[in-house]
């Protein structure tokens, strides 16, 4: 069963770095692209940017382009979303999910809820 | 780059059928695929490449698509059925994906 799992919960205060991550199971890594998705408290969802975990390859959307660094660990199944100044307005529900290539998400993680307050 | 406009509410009564739209430039050249996102919980696939349903999806839900619209329909609706539906597709702009802007619907 294909399964991604994320990294917990995580409360920052405006200016702290953060990295949070999200671990594939029941698969091979290198099978599915691992995209990141945002969701803002009662709102809808955003495409943030992909990663092929085969050679790293990414895409951003250009609302987040700058502002996050998507990366991945193939030895580890890992993917990661990381920040290194947060800002208030980051606060949201992120989730990964894998997609074959440029097509549909077919899986997704359970979400990390990143809250950034001073 | 695109949009994909949504109605933000329908509600339909327990075994009717209800048609959710997804309008916007990008899904004259890409499919469409739809997301169920219930309450507190990660969105799920429900419909890929327009009218596809991945296992363990219920038949009653089926996709279509014509011009600039996509849809999705759920015919029968069941009480699980209450949840935020979104759209998604290819973008020929900057973007590479976006997202529809949710619609939210009411099993009466």
């Known amino acids: 069963e294909v399964q991604l799992v994320q990294s917990g919960a995580e409360v920052k205060k405006p200016g702290e770095s953060l990295r949070i991550s999200c671990k594939g199971s029941?698969?091979?890594?290198?099978?599915?692209?691992i995209n990141w998705v945002r969701q803002m408290p009662g709102k809808g969802l955003e495409w943030m940017g992909r990663i092929d975990p085969s050679d790293s390859d990414t895409n951003y959307s250009p609302s987040f382009q700058g502002h996050v660094t998507i990366s991945a660990d193939k030895s580890i199944s890992t993917a990661y979303l990381q920040w290194s100044s947060l800002k208030a307005s980051d606060t949201a529900m992120y989730y990964c999910?894998?997609?074959?290539?440029?097509?549909?998400?077919?899986?997704w993680g359970q979400g990390t809820l990143v809250t950034v307050s001073s | 780059s695109s949009e994909l406009a949504q109605d933000p509410a329908v509600s339909v009564a327990l075994g009717q059928t209800v048609r959710i739209t997804c309008q916007g430039d990008s899904l004259r050249s890409y499919y469409a695929s739809w997301y169920q996102q219930k309450s507190g919980q990660a969105p799920v696939l429900v419909i890929y490449?327009?009218?596809n349903r991945p296992s363990g999806i219920p038949d009653r839900f089926s996709g279509s698509s014509s011009g600039n619209t996509a849809s999705l329909t759920i015919t029968g609706a069941q009480a699980e059925d209450e949840a935020d539906y979104y759209c998604n597709s290819r973008d020929s702009g900057n973007n590479p994906y976006v997202f529809g802007t949710g619609t939210k619907v009411t099993v009466l």
């Open positions: 029941g698969y091979s890594f290198t099978t599915y692209w």
């Open positions: 999910a894998g997609s074959s290539g440029w097509s549909e998400f077919d899986y």
């Open positions: 490449a327009t009218n």
